[in-house]
C-alpha cells in the first residue's frame, strides 16, 4: 500500500516536472516570437523618420523666430521713423534713440543698442514696401540683414540679398562677397538699373540665372598662393588643388567636369583646359587660361572649342556653351571691337594677389561709368540707323 503511494508521488512528481518543462518551453517559444515580432520592425528606419521630424520640427521653429525676429526688428525701425518725422526736428533724432536705447537695453539686453536701433531704422528705410520685404525674412537672418543695409545703392542691396538666397550664403560668405567687390565685378553692374532688375527678378521668380550675372571681372584668386613667377600648368594645377574654393569663387552651381579634355578635329587633336557645367545656366563652360595679355588670336581658338561642344557634347535642354578666356591683362576696347560677348565668349582678367575692397570698389566704379555711357551711345546710334 505504501509502495503504491510511493508510485503515485513520484507520477506526480515527473508530472509537475513535465509540466514545468512545458511551461517553461512554452514561455521561450513566446519570448522568441517577441524577438522575432521585434525583429520584423526596423528600429534604424523608425528612429531615423522620428529623427527627421524632429528636425524638421526644429528647422521651421528657428525659422519662425527668426522671421519674428526681422519682422519686429523692421516694425521698430518704422516705428521710431514715425515719431523722429512727427517730432520734424531732426537733431533730436540722435538723443531720441539715445534715451530709448537706454530703457530697452536695461529690460531686453544689449540686442537694442543705439546702432542696433539706427540698423533697424535704416531696414525701415531701404526696405520700405513690408510684403517684399516679408518674403526676404523668411529667408535672410537679421545678421545678413546688417551686412545688407550697409551698401550704398538699392540696386546693391538687391543684388546681394538676391544671390544670397540663390546660393545659400552664410553671414560669413556674404561679408567675404561683399569684401571683394562682387557686384562691382559682375558684368550686370555694367548694364542698365532695369536690366539689373529684369535679371535678379528672373532669377528670384523662376530660378534663371543669367550669363550676366555669372561672369565677372576680375576674379580673385588669391587662395591659389602662387609665386612670383608660375607656368599655365601651374596655375592650373593650382585650381584643380584648390577646386572647391574656385568653385565658390565662380558661384555655387559650378559643377567641374574634365581638364585638358581633348577634342580631334581632322585628326588633330586640342585640350580645353578646364570644362565645367553650370546648373542654372543649363550650359557648359570652358574656361581658357593664359598668363599674357588677351590675343585677338584667343577668341578664334576658343570659338572653335565651342562650337565643337556645341555639336559633339551638348545635350538635350542646354543651352549653347560658353568660355572664360582669363588673362593677365585685358584691354576692353579690343574685347569690345571683337564684340566677344555676341559669340558667347568673357574676357576677363585674374588676380592671385590680394586686393583691399576699396581699391576694387574704386577701380571698377570708373569702368562701370564707362561701360554704361558706352552703352547709351551704342543703343543711341542703333536707333538712329
Same mark, same amino acid.
Given at each position: 500500500?505504501?509502495?503504491?503511494?510511493?508510485?503515485?508521488?513520484?507520477?506526480?512528481?515527473?508530472?509537475?516536472?513535465?509540466?514545468?518543462?512545458?511551461?517553461?518551453?512554452?514561455?521561450?517559444?513566446?519570448?522568441?516570437?517577441?524577438?522575432?515580432?521585434?525583429?520584423?520592425?526596423?528600429?534604424?528606419?523608425?528612429?531615423?523618420?522620428?529623427?527627421?521630424? #524632429?528636425? %524638421?520640427?526644429? /528647422? =521651421?521653429?528657428? !525659422?519662425?523666430?527668426?522671421?519674428? &525676429?526681422?519682422?519686429? $526688428?523692421?516694425?521698430?525701425?518704422?516705428?521710431?521713423?514715425?515719431?523722429?518725422?512727427?517730432?520734424?526736428?531732426?537733431?533730436?533724432?540722435?538723443?531720441?534713440?539715445?534715451?530709448?536705447?537706454?530703457?530697452?537695453?536695461?529690460?531686453?539686453?544689449?540686442?537694442?543698442?543705439?546702432?542696433?536701433?539706427?540698423?533697424?531704422?535704416?531696414?525701415?528705410?531701404?526696405?520700405?514696401?513690408?510684403?517684399?520685404?516679408?518674403?526676404?525674412?523668411?529667408?535672410?537672418?537679421?545678421?545678413?540683414?546688417?551686412?545688407?543695409?550697409?551698401?550704398?545703392?538699392?540696386?546693391?542691396?538687391?543684388?546681394?540679398?538676391?544671390?544670397?538666397?540663390?546660393?545659400?550664403?552664410?553671414?560669413?560668405?556674404?561679408?567675404?562677397?561683399?569684401?571683394?567687390?562682387?557686384?562691382?565685378?559682375?558684368? #550686370?553692374? %555694367?548694364?542698365? /538699373? =532695369?536690366?539689373? !532688375?529684369?535679371?535678379?527678378?528672373? &532669377?528670384?521668380?523662376? $530660378?534663371?540665372?543669367?550669363?550676366?550675372?555669372?561672369?565677372?571681372?576680375?576674379?580673385?584668386?588669391?587662395?591659389?598662393?602662387?609665386?612670383?613667377?608660375?607656368?599655365?600648368?601651374?596655375?592650373?594645377?593650382?585650381?584643380?588643388?584648390?577646386?572647391?574654393?574656385?568653385?565658390?569663387?565662380?558661384?555655387?552651381?559650378?559643377?567641374?567636369?574634365?581638364?585638358?579634355?581633348?577634342?580631334?578635329?581632322?585628326?588633330?587633336?586640342?585640350?580645353?583646359?578646364?570644362?565645367?557645367?553650370?546648373?542654372?545656366?543649363?550650359?557648359?563652360?570652358?574656361?581658357?587660361?593664359?598668363?599674357?595679355?588677351?590675343?585677338?588670336?584667343?577668341?578664334?581658338?576658343?570659338?572653335?572649342?565651342?562650337?565643337?561642344?556645341?555639336?559633339?557634347?551638348?545635350?538635350?535642354?542646354?543651352?549653347?556653351?560658353?568660355?572664360?578666356?582669363?588673362?593677365?591683362?585685358?584691354?576692353?576696347?579690343?574685347?569690345? &571691337?571683337?564684340?566677344?560677348?555676341?559669340?558667347?565668349?568673357?574676357?576677363?582678367?585674374?588676380?592671385?594677389?590680394?586686393?583691399?575692397?576699396?581699391?576694387?570698389?574704386?577701380?571698377?566704379?570708373?569702368?562701370?561709368?564707362?561701360?554704361?555711357?558706352?552703352?547709351?551711345?551704342?543703343?543711341?546710334?542703333?536707333?538712329?540707323?
Amino acid at each position: 500500500m505504501k509502495f503504491e503511494k510511493i508510485n503515485d508521488i513520484m507520477l506526480l512528481i515527473v508530472t509537475l516536472f513535465n509540466f514545468a518543462d512545458s511551461v517553461c518551453k512554452i514561455r521561450k517559444k513566446v519570448k522568441m516570437n517577441e524577438l522575432e515580432n521585434l525583429n520584423n520592425i526596423d528600429i534604424d528606419n523608425l528612429y531615423n523618420d522620428v529623427s527627421n521630424m #524632429i528636425e %524638421k520640427a526644429k /528647422e =521651421q521653429v528657428a !525659422i519662425h523666430v527668426n522671421t519674428e &525676429l526681422v519682422v519686429l $526688428n523692421w516694425n521698430i525701425g518704422n516705428r521710431i521713423k514715425v515719431e523722429l518725422l512727427n517730432n520734424k526736428k531732426p537733431e533730436y533724432g540722435k538723443q531720441v534713440i539715445k534715451e530709448l536705447s537706454k530703457k530697452l537695453v536695461r529690460n531686453y539686453g544689449r540686442g537694442y543698442s543705439s546702432s542696433n536701433l539706427y540698423r533697424m531704422l535704416q531696414l525701415n528705410e531701404d526696405f520700405e514696401d513690408f510684403e517684399k520685404f516679408a518674403t526676404l525674412s523668411q529667408k535672410l537672418s537679421w545678421s545678413h540683414f546688417i551686412e545688407i543695409v550697409k551698401m550704398d545703392t538699392d540696386i546693391k542691396r538687391k543684388f546681394y540679398a538676391t544671390m544670397c538666397i540663390n546660393e545659400h550664403w552664410s553671414v560669413r560668405t556674404l561679408r567675404e562677397r561683399i569684401g571683394s567687390a562682387l557686384f562691382e565685378r559682375t558684368a #550686370i553692374s %555694367k548694364k542698365p /538699373e =532695369q536690366t539689373i !532688375i529684369n535679371d535678379l527678378q528672373l &532669377l528670384s521668380n523662376e $530660378n534663371k540665372m543669367t550669363t550676366d550675372l555669372f561672369f565677372r571681372d576680375p576674379y580673385i584668386l588669391d587662395f591659389l598662393e602662387l609665386k612670383d613667377t608660375y607656368s599655365e600648368k601651374d596655375l592650373e594645377n593650382a585650381i584643380i588643388s584648390e577646386l572647391e574654393k574656385f568653385i565658390l569663387e565662380m558661384g555655387n552651381d559650378f559643377a567641374f567636369l574634365a581638364r585638358q579634355k581633348r577634342i580631334t578635329i581632322d585628326g588633330r587633336d586640342f585640350y580645353i583646359d578646364l570644362l565645367f557645367f553650370h546648373r542654372k545656366l543649363k550650359r557648359l563652360v570652358v574656361i581658357e587660361l593664359k598668363l599674357d595679355e588677351f590675343k585677338p588670336e584667343y577668341k578664334g581658338q576658343v570659338e572653335l572649342y565651342l562650337k565643337w561642344l556645341d555639336k559633339y557634347e551638348k545635350a538635350e535642354g542646354e543651352e549653347s556653351p560658353v568660355a572664360i578666356i582669363l588673362c593677365a591683362t585685358k584691354s576692353d576696347t579690343m574685347a569690345e &571691337l571683337l564684340e566677344l560677348d555676341n559669340s558667347g565668349i568673357h574676357v576677363a582678367q585674374y588676380l592671385t594677389n590680394y586686393v583691399p575692397k576699396e581699391l576694387l570698389e574704386e577701380k571698377f566704379l570708373s569702368s562701370i561709368k564707362n561701360a554704361k555711357i558706352q552703352l547709351e551711345q551704342r543703343n543711341k546710334k542703333e536707333e538712329k540707323d
